[in-house]
């Protein structure tokens, strides 16, 4: 089993940075990805961007490309979400998720599936007004 934490969400303007973090406990030799997924009121939950965990690829929404920026500590057990340049439809309750389940060089495509993860934090809430 493998607890996620997250931290780092709240209420910031439009144009601004948040920084957000997710910390795994427990059996963190087991995974292959990491990501972060987020879902915003009436909407459903949707891929923002996933790292492979013993690698270096990374994979990232379209909507995000060039603002967000994904990282891994293999130390620390610890994955970033570094988000640049905030607008109000980012906002949403961010999710950091993790896998067992995919390959040690998980595809592209496979990363941003969210049925291929079987472990998720409980969420921070990111707000960005204008």
């Known amino acids: 089993q493998v607890r996620l934490v997250e931290s780092g969400g709240g209420l910031v303007q439009a144009g601004d940075s948040l920084t957000l973090s997710c910390t795994a406990s427990?059996?963190?030799?087991?995974?292959?990805?990491m990501g972060w997924f987020r879902q915003a009121p009436g909407k459903e939950r949707e891929f923002v961007a996933a790292?492979?965990?013993?690698?270096?690829?990374?994979n990232y929404a379209d909507f995000v490309k060039s603002r967000f920026t994904i990282s891994r500590d293999i130390a620390k057990d610890t994955v970033s979400l570094q988000m640049n340049s905030l607008k109000p439809e980012d906002t949403a309750v961010y999710y950091c998720?993790?896998?067992?389940?995919?390959?040690?060089?998980?595809?592209?495509?496979?990363?941003?599936?969210?049925?291929?993860?079987?472990?998720w934090g409980q969420g921070t809430q990111v707000t960005v007004f204008s």
């Open positions: 427990g059996a963190t030799f087991s995974l292959s990805a």
């Open positions: 790292h492979n965990w013993r690698g270096r690829s990374t």
């Open positions: 998720a993790a896998s067992s389940r995919l390959a040690t060089v998980p595809t592209a495509g496979a990363m941003s599936n969210r049925n291929n993860y079987n472990y």
